[in-house]
């Protein structure tokens, strides 16, 4: 019965959306609607309202989906959604400001002589209005009024030039900022965790292990990761067009001729810098900031909404009398802001120098400059037209739209798990033969199709919840939740374009003139929707275009991981070995000069310490070798091995799946205690043995050496991590205490600064000076050697002089007798650190430098970059994991 109440559901959410119903109330007025009827049929027929639910109840679907509704707003992390509204006024905003006809028209001059020159400036404008204004309706629209005419008039094909302006303007949705990528980053959000939890559950079932390696887990995604990762495959889309039109126009001449006309004089350029500079300008500042790692999305996001209204207020006074006034005023003061934080360290609480006061001026002074010309820039969007108070309409209209179908689609979501539909798709997908990659197929398939009939946000809502944790969960492409989001956007993206219901297609009928038909646009996006599939093929061939820009941005930001972070392990391992490779050489000519000094005269633990340390750095290499050396062996087996492990494993499932039902069902047999339930008792124990039976056939297709060869396999990587964390022990042995020393010496001056303090306290406890200020100066004078490497003696010492002073314990002899202790340890110190700081520090820190890259990188805080871009660029590919589980 779950499965007709499913359908159920399935059809009530067809019929509402076919028939009209707002999206908005169709999502979560299916699934009440279907969960109640379950609920009341259930309790009609057996009595419990629960009866025809998968697990669970009525009450507990709906709380459930009523808790994601609350997990939209309320939750603090969750807060990706923030962006949607910013990035919307943004897109109005400049929209209303008229700044499509600007480029349109200046483009159409400059590409017009190129063969295709006229579609190549809309691909072009399109491209730019998709990364300032993002919204499909209204760059499809402009264009279809500006452009089309234009192209028509040029003798364009009706085809290609509808198809260029439909297909151009849907690229909004995947070059950022996207309202697309927004969405499906915070749907993924929670796939990750459902997929991470799958993941841990597969891997304690197949090992027996309670806790799985953290370099396993599912790698989540952000809003700006999303951004990050679309940036290339939005290039690549927009390359892809301008090529296809090119070589169509130069192979057929006649469907799309080159546009002579026109001066490229002083006045041209002059207008081509005014319509292109201020959105690239605002492109710059809002991916910019993102990509370097300076604002988070939504801080990009209020960042180009107040972008857009600084150039709306310009563009709205265009022509006249102090039209860019505002904007200029705004440019200066930003310039003076960046200057004061450039020159000046400005902060109010630290206000100790004429220079401090003078920076924090400038940066009031500035600060009000801008704030100024932002009020100056609003008032004129308000006055005139009335243009801000429309755009802060359309943008709470579009805004809640969004909002709400996100919240009907949790409910959705909630009610398909309910009945069971995850389940059902999951163990389909599963069975399916071919591994992760047909499950992607279909899944793209899926999409695909209902893109002819639902919106993308429907799409993102619906699918993508119960489809991600599916795919992101299976080890054996080990993909990133970034990399599939793009994946589904670029897929989502032909939503736009594929008859009949491709919202593109209705803007471009609204504005098209009569002579262009319905079929000529239908005909024209064909070859588009073909490009956006081959797009889609390249990126799914080349995962490096999507996940590299963000491992990059993340791997070299301020917060990037240590490089002793777990998931970096293979990479950074992966770069050691090279750098051994390329640079064995002159790390062995390092350490054996650096074998070479005399360390005699250090103390016994550093002296040690450090001839061990060349030791371990001889044997490092020779122990990564023979890491990959296993891990070469490892290779060549795990395709045989990873055939069975595959079949056994789907066996596996089955089983557990029959244990589950077999345990079900004994549970209804133990509550059947009235004799009038004898006849269906014993069905339910026929069932129950004829289970077993099933469970016992499939137990015996198992090969009977698959504990044998599970055993093998697993110890070569049994044998290949304790390589590895012998490698790891070795490299840590050769770096700290070098490091160490190191350390010690170059603390040498601050050493030697503690003497004339430290000869005080002790004449002043010779002469019986005030215990209270004395007490004062020790302590001032601890914390301070704290902070002094290899000073540890004195510091001790000095804590116990603090001791003896103290009101309970006061005495002033046992105080001076530890101090005479402490200036004896310190002497001690001197004579070998200035032998050290002459002999062997400079030998010693060119040793350092040699080997940091490799056998101290992970004692390092960060990658430096280039290691960064290296790591970068080995994450960007899936590897497969699954021989593990």
């Known amino acids: 019965m779950e499965l007709v109440f499913l359908a159920l559901l399935i059809f009530l959410m067809a019929l509402a959306l076919g028939s009209g119903y707002p999206v908005a109330f169709a999502l979560p007025g299916s699934a009440i609607v279907t969960v109640a009827l379950a609920a009341i049929v259930g309790y009609a027929a057996t009595g419990n309202p629960d009866a025809y639910f998968s697990h669970g109840g009525p009450w507990q679907w709906l709380s459930a989906g009523v808790t994601n509704l609350r997990g939209v707003y309320w939750e603090v992390e969750r807060d990706t959604l923030i962006a949607i509204p910013l990035f919307i006024f943004m897109g109005i905003m400049l929209q209303r400001s008229k700044i499509a006809e600007d480029l349109l028209v200046t483009m159409a001059q400059l590409f017009g002589p190129v063969p295709g020159g006229l579609g190549i400036s809309v691909v072009f404008v399109g491209a730019l209005l998709a990364a300032t204004t993002g919204i499909v309706g209204a760059t499809v629209v402009a264009m279809g009024l500006i452009s089309l005419p234009a192209m028509l008039r040029n003798n364009y094909s009706k085809s290609l030039a509808t198809g260029t302006i439909a297909a151009s303007g849907t690229l909004g949705q995947i070059i950022p900022p996207s309202i697309v990528l927004i969405i499906l980053a915070d749907q993924l959000a929670s796939a990750v965790d459902q997929a991470g939890t799958a993941r841990k559950a597969l891997y304690k079932s197949a090992t027996g292990e309670l806790s799985m390696p953290s370099s396993f887990d599912v790698v989540s995604t952000s809003a700006g990761e999303m951004f990050l990762g679309a940036f290339v495959p939005g290039m690549l889309l927009v390359a892809i067009y301008m090529l296809f039109i090119l070589i169509y126009a130069l192979i057929n001449p006649k469907v799309a001729p080159a546009v002579h006309g026109g001066t490229f004089d002083r006045a041209f350029f002059s207008k081509l810098a005014l319509a292109l500079f201020p959105p690239l300008g605002l492109i710059f500042l809002v991916l910019g900031s993102i990509l370097a790692g300076i604002a988070t999305v939504n801080q990009a996001g209020a960042i180009g909404a107040v972008g857009a209204i600084m150039m709306a207020g310009y563009r709205l006074k265009s022509g006249e009398k102090l039209a860019y006034a505002p904007v200029l005023l705004g440019l200066a003061s930003l310039v003076l802001i960046l200057g004061v934080l450039l020159v000046f360290e400005p902060n109010v609480k630290a206000i100790d120098t004429t220079k401090d006061a003078i920076g924090i001026a400038l940066g009031v002074i500035g600060t009000v400059g801008l704030i100024i010309a932002i009020g100056w820039s609003s008032l004129r969007a308000f006055k005139i037209e009335n243009t801000l108070q429309e755009v802060m309409i359309e943008t709470a209209k579009t805004t809640s739209l969004v909002f709400i179908i996100l919240l009907g689609a949790a409910m959705l979501t909630a009610a398909f798990r309910a009945f069971g539909g995850e389940e059902l798709v999951r163990d389909f997908l599963n069975s399916m033969p071919g591994g992760f990659w047909s499950k992607f197929i279909i899944v793209m398939a899926v999409i695909f199709i209902l893109g002819f009939f639902l919106d993308f946000i429907e799409i993102a809502v619906v699918v993508v919840p119960i489809v991600a944790p599916i795919l992101l969960a299976d080890p054996s492409a080990n993909i990133t939740a970034v990399w599939l989001g793009v994946m589904i956007g670029l897929n989502i993206q032909t939503s736009f374009l594929t008859p009949p219901f491709g919202f593109a297609l209705f803007y471009l009928r609204g504005v098209a003139p009569a002579i262009v038909k319905t079929v000529d646009m239908y005909k024209g996006v064909i070859a588009f929707i073909t490009l956006q599939l081959i797009a889609l093929a390249i990126v799914g061939l080349y995962p490096q275009l999507v996940n590299y820009l963000p491992n990059r941005s993340s791997l070299t930001s301020e917060t990037a991981p240590p490089p002793r972070n777990p998931r970096l392990n293979y990479c ?314």
């Open 572 to 885: 950074v391992d992966r770069y050691i070995a090279d750098q051994f490779l390329t640079n064995g050489a002159a790390i062995n000519a390092s350490i054996a000069e650096a074998r070479q000094l005399n360390l005699d005269y250090l103390p016994t633990r550093l002296k040690s310490g450090v001839e061990k340390s060349f030791d371990a750095a001889e044997s490092a290499p020779a122990l990564m070798a023979d890491a990959w050396k296993a891990d070469d062996v490892i290779n060549d087996k795990v395709d045989d091995y990873t055939t069975i492990q595959r079949v056994v494993r789907a066996i596996e499932a089955e089983i557990a799946d029959l244990d589950l039902r077999i345990k079900d069902l004994k549970i209804d047999i133990g509550r059947m205690y009235s004799d009038d339930l004898a006849d269906a008792k014993k069905k339910l124990e026929d069932r129950v043995a004829a289970l077993e039976a099933e469970r016992e056939t499939l137990g015996a297709e198992i090969p009977a050496d698959w504990k044998e060869t599970y055993g093998n396999f697993h110890k070569l990587l049994k044998d290949e991590s304790l390589l590895r964390s012998k490698y790891n022990r070795a490299a840590g042995e050769a770096y700290k205490p070098v490091a160490e020393l190191i350390a010690v010496l170059q603390s040498n001056g601050a050493y030697m600064d503690l003497k004339p303090e430290l000869m005080k306290i002790q004449d002043d406890l010779a002469a019986g000076a005030d215990p209270e200020p004395l007490l004062a100066s020790v302590e001032e004078l601890a914390s301070r050697i704290n902070d002094i490497e290899g000073a540890g003696d004195i510091s001790s010492g000095l804590s116990k002089v603090r001791r003896n002073l103290r009101d309970r314990t006061l005495d002033v002899e046992k105080a001076s007798e530890e101090m005479e202790k402490v200036m004896a340890d310190y002497e001690a110190q001197i004579d070998w650190r200035n032998q050290a700081g002459t002999n062997l520090l400079p030998t010693l820190e060119k040793y350092e430098r040699t080997i940091r890259g490799t056998m101290g990188i992970r004692e390092q805080r960060k990658l430096d970059q280039d290691q960064a871009v290296y790591v970068a660029g080995c994450q960007s590919s899936h590897r497969d994991v699954s021989h593990y589980f």
